[in-house]
């Protein structure tokens, strides 16, 4: 699976964004699918996963009732829109696969991350 990441910018403290991540191939829907981001100079780190159903979801503590995580498995997609954005949310946020039975935080366990989405979020 190749995944495409879009839709970060440049946006004011309290502004939203809504990212992208759309998968090539007719086998998205197999996956559970996440959001990482990795701040400047830092690790990546877990933003939200949703499972291949999208049935079931869940986030990072710091993104929690600002941040949603959808998929439309017909247009192979993935999306995250992100609301009340802080600057600390700066980061290049990218997309990762897993063929996981459940839900997994740790990078290691996602595949596939593909070119990521610069978010800048001024203050």
């Known amino acids: 699976v190749q995944l495409q990441a879009s839709g970060g910018g440049l946006v004011q403290a309290g502004g939203f964004l809504r990212l992208s991540c759309v998968a090539s191939g007719r086998t998205f829907s197999s996956y559970n699918m996440a959001w990482f981001r990795q701040p400047p100079g830092k690790e990546r780190e877990f933003v939200a996963a949703?499972?291949?159903?999208?049935?079931?979801?869940f986030y990072a503590d710091s993104v929690k009732g600002r941040f949603t995580i959808s998929r439309d498995n017909a247009k192979n997609t993935l999306y995250l829109q992100m609301n009340s954005l802080k600057p600390e949310d700066t980061a290049v946020y990218s997309c990762?696969?897993?063929?996981?039975?459940?839900?997994?935080?740790?990078?290691?366990?996602?595949?596939?991350w593909g070119q990521g989405t610069q978010v800048t979020v001024s203050s």
């Open positions: 990762g696969t897993s063929l996981g039975a459940a839900l997994s935080t740790t990078p290691r366990d996602y595949n596939d």
């Open positions: 949703i499972l291949r159903s999208g049935g079931s979801t």
